[in-house]
C-alpha cells in the first residue's frame, strides 16, 4: 500500500502493470503463496481506488538449486545466458539465467518461475527484463545473479532484523537479545527517509516492479 501511495504522490500517475519478485519460496509454497500475496495485492490496490486492477506479474526468484551451467567452447561462461529449453519445466513458464560474469569455474544461474502472468509477457521480453534489472543494482558496477529488487528487500530484512536486536524487541522467528538492561534506545526516523518510498522501480511511467521479503528471523 505504502509503495503505490509512493508512486502515485512521485508520478501523479497509478501504475498500469506491477511486477511483483518473490524470493525465498520453495517448490511446495508456490501456490499458497501466489493465493496469498496476490489477496493482498488486490485489497492493497481497492484501498487505493474502488475498483483499481492493475495487472500483475508474479515471478518467484530462486538460487538455491543444483543446476549448474558450464562452457563447452569458451574459457567462461558468457554472461546474458538464458536457458529456456530442456532442463526446463515441461509446461510451466520459467527459465534460467545466467546474468552475471562467471570468471572461474561453472556458475550457478537465476532460476526464475512465472507463477501469473496478467501482462501476457513473451518470454524473450520477460528474460531481456530480468536481464536489464540485474544491471542496474546501485552496489555494484557490474551485473549480479539476481534482480536488484530482491538483493534491496534482503537488506531493508536485514537492516529491521538489527534494529529488533539492539532494541532488544521479540518479533517472528526469533527471540529477544541480551537481558532488558542491554536494551538501546533507538532514535526516531524521518518518515521522509524510509526505505519503503525507495523500494519501487518506475520502468515507465504507468509500470511499477516490486520486491518481497520475508519476516525476520535469527538464522
Same mark, same amino acid.
Request: charged content about 25%.
Given at each position: 500500500?505504502?509503495?503505490?501511495?509512493?508512486? =502515485?504522490?512521485?508520478?501523479?500517475? +497509478?501504475?498500469?502493470?506491477? /511486477?511483483?519478485?518473490?524470493? @525465498?519460496?520453495?517448490?511446495?509454497?508456490? +501456490? *499458497?503463496?501466489?493465493? =496469498?500475496?496476490?489477496?493482498?495485492? $488486490? +485489497?492493497? @490496490? !481497492?484501498?487505493?481506488?474502488?475498483?483499481?486492477?492493475?495487472? %500483475?506479474?508474479? /515471478? #518467484? %526468484?530462486?538460487?538455491?538449486?543444483?543446476?549448474?551451467?558450464?562452457?563447452? =567452447?569458451?574459457?567462461?561462461?558468457?554472461?546474458?545466458?538464458? #536457458?529456456?529449453?530442456?532442463? &526446463?519445466?515441461?509446461?510451466?513458464?520459467?527459465?534460467?539465467?545466467?546474468?552475471?560474469?562467471?570468471?572461474?569455474?561453472?556458475?550457478?544461474?537465476?532460476?526464475?518461475? #512465472?507463477?501469473?502472468?496478467?501482462?501476457?509477457?513473451?518470454?524473450?521480453?520477460?528474460? *531481456?527484463?530480468?536481464?536489464?534489472? &540485474?544491471?542496474?543494482?546501485?552496489? &555494484?558496477?557490474?551485473?549480479?545473479? /539476481?534482480?536488484?529488487?530482491?538483493?534491496?528487500?534482503?537488506?531493508?530484512?536485514?537492516?529491521?532484523?538489527?534494529?529488533?536486536? $539492539?532494541?532488544?524487541?521479540?518479533?517472528?522467528?526469533?527471540?529477544?537479545?541480551?537481558?532488558?538492561? !542491554?536494551? /538501546?534506545?533507538?532514535?526516531?526516523?524521518?518518515?521522509?527517509?524510509?526505505?519503503?518510498?525507495?523500494?519501487?522501480?518506475?520502468?515507465?511511467?504507468?509500470?511499477? @516492479?516490486?520486491?518481497?521479503?520475508?519476516? @525476520?528471523?535469527?538464522?
Amino acid at each position: 500500500m505504502e509503495l503505490l501511495l509512493a508512486f =502515485k504522490t512521485t508520478t501523479g500517475l +497509478k501504475p498500469l502493470r506491477i /511486477i511483483f519478485f518473490r524470493d @525465498c519460496v520453495s517448490e511446495g509454497m508456490f +501456490k *499458497m503463496v501466489l493465493l =496469498k500475496e496476490m489477496d493482498a495485492i $488486490r +485489497k492493497a @490496490c !481497492s484501498s487505493l481506488e474502488e475498483g483499481y486492477l492493475p495487472t %500483475v506479474t508474479f /515471478i #518467484v %526468484v530462486q538460487k538455491r538449486h543444483n543446476t549448474r551451467l558450464f562452457p563447452t =567452447k569458451e574459457d567462461y561462461m558468457d554472461k546474458r545466458t538464458v #536457458v529456456d529449453t530442456g532442463i &526446463c519445466h515441461p509446461s510451466e513458464h520459467d527459465f534460467y539465467l545466467c546474468s552475471h560474469a562467471g570468471i572461474q569455474g561453472n556458475s550457478r544461474p537465476a532460476h526464475y518461475r #512465472v507463477l501469473l502472468d496478467e501482462n501476457k509477457f513473451s518470454a524473450d521480453a520477460l528474460q *531481456m527484463l530480468a536481464n536489464d534489472l &540485474c544491471c542496474t543494482y546501485a552496489r &555494484c558496477t557490474r551485473s549480479v545473479s /539476481i534482480v536488484p529488487p530482491t538483493y534491496y528487500a534482503h537488506l531493508a530484512a536485514l537492516r529491521a532484523r538489527s534494529y529488533l536486536e $539492539r532494541s532488544g524487541a521479540r518479533y517472528e522467528g526469533g527471540s529477544s537479545t541480551g537481558p532488558d538492561d !542491554s536494551r /538501546i534506545e533507538l532514535p526516531e526516523i524521518d518518515p521522509a527517509l524510509l526505505l519503503r518510498y525507495l523500494m519501487f522501480y518506475p520502468l515507465s511511467i504507468r509500470w511499477i @516492479c516490486l520486491a518481497f521479503f520475508p519476516p @525476520c528471523s535469527t538464522k
